[in-house]
């Protein structure tokens, strides 16, 4: 059973940084993509972030050059560096493993206010 738990949420003033993690089992993580999503208050989901299993990565517009995705396969852990926090990046955050697009996480929540 593929299981993903995300932590590493919490509240974060603007321009601040965070680090996302998640840990997923029941399944290699090495040779498929892999992602974080967020859902915003008003229940909106996007995908913000993806690495292939060859290094590419691919960024929202929203994050990119603020926000870093990063893998490490042997320990299953996907993660997400957030740096310069804004408010609009309020949402829960869902880490992704795309060969289980229908497993879900309970996500984490960032909160970013001062």
């Known amino acids: 059973q593929v299981r993903i738990v995300e932590s590493g949420g919490g509240l974060v003033q603007p321009g601040g940084s965070l680090r996302l993690s998640c840990v997923v089992s029941g399944t290699e993580l090495a040779a498929y993509s892999v992602g974080w999503s967020r859902q915003f208050p008003n229940k909106q989901l996007f995908e913000i972030a993806r690495l292939d299993s060859d290094g590419t990565t691919v960024y929202d517009d929203d994050v990119k050059g603020r926000f870093t995705i990063s893998r490490d396969n042997n320990k299953k852990m996907v993660y997400l560096q957030m740096n310069n926090v804004k408010p609009v990046d309020t949402a829960v955050y869902y880490c992704?493993?795309?060969?289980?697009?229908?497993?879900w996480g309970q996500g984490t929540q960032v909160n970013v206010s001062s």
């Open positions: 992704r493993h795309f060969r289980f697009v229908d497993v």
